[in-house]
């Protein structure tokens, strides 16, 4: 039996439940707010909030829906607060994206041209973020006989790199300083 069918034969049995009553009643370990709120819009169940002063605070209690309800109409607020999620969603996967081009072997647009060659190129990126010590050497060992280490300590900088190895040097010991010239 799926939780959505148990949920909707508990509360056919068992009227006006909190959602920590059906998961207790129902023995589940996680959590079954999520379940109820998509059977509220599927126009399922219906929540009826009280207060209880033995908590000192509302609690929804859940009912079966009458028949012939129909899913429940998003109001405009919800509407936005998709919208706005959204938006957020998207800002967080450009800024990842930005990050990631950003990493050794996935080099940024602006540097391919100045830094084609590098060692790094077909390295683990993980190997040049590690905060382990043999890591560490290992991505200076790659560093070390790079062709176009300069030119990559300068793109470190322009992009004001603070963690990582970078041309050889490790930014997070160095404060982020480079010292090469």
């Known amino acids: 039996m799926s939780r959505r069918a148990a949920i ?3 509360l056919d049995m068992s009227p006006g439940l909190t959602a920590f009553e ?19 819009r599927a126009g399922l ?12 605070r509302m609690v929804r209690y859940w009912y079966l829906a009458p028949p012939d309800t129909g899913p429940a109409p998003r109001s405009e ?8 999620r959204d938006r957020e969603s998207k800002a967080r996967r450009r800024a990842r994206d930005k990050a990631v081009a950003a990493l050794p072997g996935t080099l940024p647009s602006g540097d391919v041209p100045s830094l084609r060659g590098a ?7 993980e190997l040049f973020f590690s905060p382990d010590p043999a890591d ?7 560093c070390a006989g790079c062709p176009v280490r300069l030119p990559c300590a300068q793109a470190a900088d322009r992009r004001n790199e ?4 970078w041309a050889g040097i490790d930014r997070d010991a160095s404060h982020g300083q480079l010292i090469a010239s």
């Open 162 to 165: 603070r963690y990582g190895v």
């Open 22 to 40: 059906l998961r207790r009643v129902l023995g589940c370990r996680s959590p079954v707010e999520l379940a109820l709120k998509e059977m509220r």
């Open 136 to 142: 560490i050497a290992k991505a200076k060992q790659v």
């Open 119 to 125: 060692a790094c190129a077909g390295e683990d990126p």
């Open 8 to 10: 909707l034969a508990r």
């Open 77 to 84: 607020a919800e509407r936005e607060a998709k919208r706005r």
């Open 45 to 56: 169940v219906v929540a009826v909030s009280r207060f209880r002063p033995d908590q000192g």
